[in-house]
């Protein structure tokens, strides 16, 4: 009875949050409803029973990812009204057909799979984070490293595509270069 | 109708990936796309996390995690890139970007 309170009224504003993000023309409403979506999202994965896939989604989406967005709004203009796209019709009648089909695709997948079985069963008596740990540093080791170096190799991506004057290195160049471009710097601060 | 089972969260993550490919598709700013393509990452995760516990299965939170890894360090890179396009041009709209037409 609870669940299905909880689930009718988290789908609901998951839906309209999700639905003013993508037809807002204001970009801090639309980032803002998307944040909202996002907390919302989080509570299916407690009614699910994943709480740490929960936690996981609101530090990461609600903290770091809104965390940057943000940041990068402090960029762009976004006072400005967003301009729609007037699309051609063929290839969003195109698309729209592309996506009943997979609609079709994701239910008919579990119907016809029903002869699936669990490769990793949930263990009894242990909570939900030991679980996903157990199963996480046992067979998903190497992905989890694989998605570490990933999350660093974007890191310093991050750092190199936005940061100022990067594309130099200081260990690459000469005494006399770093001298002038020091002087330069001195320059532009006096004048 | 009060029971609610794998079918329900089919149908809300099918709604709310069906909302993300609409703004993929109408949307013009750069920005806006980055959030259409949030949502369609969520909506996987909630079908993932929702057959992972109907199964009995933890493939499926796992498969979530590394979701989650991704769209983290696409958000990183792809706001890097378009912060370099915006002191260029001063503007993200898709329409501008057509240079590398064949």
């Known amino acids: 009875m609870f669940e299905a309170v909880a689930f009718y009224l ?20 639309a980032l803002t409803a ?28 609600s903290g770091a990812v809104m965390a940057l ?9 976004t006072t400005r009204d967003v301009k729609e796209k007037q699309g051609n019709k063929a290839i969003i009648l195109g698309l729209s057909t592309l996506a009943a089909i997979l609609i079709v695709a994701i239910f008919a997948g579990p119907i016809v799979s029903d002869n699936i079985h669990a490769l990793y069963p949930v263990i009894e008596g242990a909570g939900n984070t030991q679980q996903v740990g157990l199963v996480l540093f046992t067979k998903y080791l190497v992905p989890f490293e694989v998605a570490a170096v990933m999350l660093l190799v974007a890191m310093i991506a991050g750092i190199v595509l936005a940061g100022k004057k990067m594309d130099l290195s200081l260990t ?18 006096l004048s | 109708m009060m029971e609610i089972g794998l079918n329900h969260y089919l149908v809300l993550t099918t709604i709310l990936f069906a909302i993300g490919l609409v703004g993929v598709m109408r949307r013009k700013n750069l920005l806006m796309l980055f959030f259409a393509t949030e949502i ?10 929702a057959i992972s516990h109907f199964y009995g299965d933890l493939t499926g939170q796992m498969f979530a995690f590394f979701v989650i890894a991704i769209a983290a ?12 396009w915006h002191k260029k041009h001063n503007n993200i709209d898709l329409d501008t970007m057509t240079s590398m037409r064949g």
């Open chain 1, 10 to 29: 988290f789908a609901f504003l998951t839906i309209s949050m999700f639905w003013i993000t993508v037809t807002t023309s204001q970009a801090l409403y």
């Open chain 2, 73 to 84: 360090s696409e958000v990183a890179v792809g706001l890097g890139l378009l912060i370099v």
């Open chain 1, 172 to 189: 690459l160049m000469d005494e006399e270069e770093i001298h002038l471009m020091n002087e330069e710097k001195n320059k532009k601060v």
């Open chain 1, 34 to 61: 998307l944040a909202a979506g996002m907390i919302f999202i989080s509570a299916f994965f407690f009614i699910l029973g994943a709480d740490f896939l929960g936690a996981i989604q609101i530090v990461v989406y």
């Open chain 1, 69 to 77: 967005y943000s940041f990068g709004m402090m960029f762009f203009d």
């Open chain 2, 40 to 49: 369609l990452l969520n909506s996987v995760n909630i079908s993932f996390a």
